[in-house]
């Protein structure tokens, strides 16, 4: 997934000012890796694991 979106598929297209940061795609990433979702009569929580 990290690849995905740190790696453009045409250079010459992208702005470099709207490419992201890799501190943006490891804070994103590892935030989706913490995240869990809990679904219990049809109420959802969220939870943060670190």
């Known amino acids: ?3 995905m979106y740190s790696e453009t598929s045409h250079l010459e ?4 000012k709207l490419a992201p940061k890799e ?5 994103l990433l590892d ?3 913490a995240l869990s979702v809990i679904d219990y ?3 959802k929580f ?3 694991l670190n």
Do not use: G
């Open 23 to 27: 501190e943006t795609i490891r804070f």
């Open 31 to 33: 935030y989706s890796k």
């Open 41 to 43: 009569n049809k109420l």
């Open 13 to 16: 297209h992208v702005n470099k």
């Open 46 to 48: 969220e939870a943060l």
């Open 1 to 3: 997934m990290q690849k």
